[in-house]
């Protein structure tokens, strides 16, 4: 098993650039991908296969990777962005997943 | 419409057992993966496993093996998390979520609103 690394929070002004990291050797090896989760609501789904945002989510989350570490950026931040970031993973079979540790993002 | 509806929040005892639900519809129930996600108050998600209806094959995290059972009834598109003898640290908002499996992607791409189980004596 192994765990995934979030900043625990993450506080950003209104049209600023958030960037969320999370870290584990294994993501030099797998993919992550990407929840929001809001305020009493369950999560959704915000970037997958590294980059690709599902039908619904803004332009502004995009997803990037580089070595042990998966980065998701919010361009142009806005108050309705506020909310919980996890990354998630799973090892290439299919067997085992991981939720990253979790980022609160405020929006000042 | 594409969706899982979970059923209603839980009340229970310690040592009761529970059994919640998660239906699906708008797309083919068998030929997608459901998981289970953990949520205690306040805290982050935690994955518990994960079943294919089509064949039943089920898949548990390490930390929850043994502690619930997760099962599906193709017939009626649903899937089921159940305890035997609930304690008090089950006190937890439950997810189901459907898992997208392609090409080496594992990623949960719809989820259900989520079940509140509240153990306590």
């Known amino acids: 098993s192994y765990e995934l690394t979030q900043p625990p929070s993450v506080s950003v002004s209104p049209g600023q650039t958030a960037r969320i990291t999370c870290s584990a050797d294994?993501?030099?090896?797998?993919?992550a991908y990407w929840y929001q989760q809001k305020s009493g609501q369950a999560p959704v789904l915000v970037i997958y296969?590294?980059?690709e945002r599902p039908s619904g989510i803004p332009e502004r989350f995009s997803g990037s990777s580089s070595g042990t570490t998966v980065t998701l950026t919010i361009s142009g931040v806005q108050a309705e962005d506020e909310a919980d970031y996890y990354c998630?993973?799973?090892?290439?079979?299919?067997?085992?997943?991981?939720f990253g540790t979790g980022t609160k993002v405020t929006v000042l | 419409e594409v969706q899982l509806v979970q059923s209603g929040a839980e009340v229970k005892k310690p040592g009761e057992s529970l059994k919640i639900s998660c239906k699906s519809s708008?797309?083919?129930?068998?030929?997608?993966?459901i998981g289970w996600v953990r949520q205690m108050p306040g805290k982050g998600l935690e994955w518990m496993g994960i079943i294919y209806p089509g064949d039943s094959d089920t898949r548990y995290s390490p930390s929850f093996q043994g502690q619930v059972t997760i099962s599906a009834d193709k017939s009626i598109s649903t899937a089921y998390l159940q305890w035997s003898s609930l304690k008090a640290s089950d006190t937890a908002m439950y997810y189901c979520?459907?898992?997208?499996?392609?090409?080496?992607?594992?990623?949960?791409?719809?989820w259900g609103r989520g079940t509140l189980v509240t153990v306590s004596s």
């Open positions: 708008g797309y083919s129930f068998s030929t997608y993966w």
């Open positions: 979520a459907r898992l997208t499996a392609v090409a080496g992607h594992w990623y949960f791409d719809l």
């Open positions: 294994a993501l030099s090896k797998q993919y």
């Open positions: 296969k590294a980059t």
């Open positions: 998630q993973s799973a090892d290439n079979s299919g067997t085992y997943y991981v």
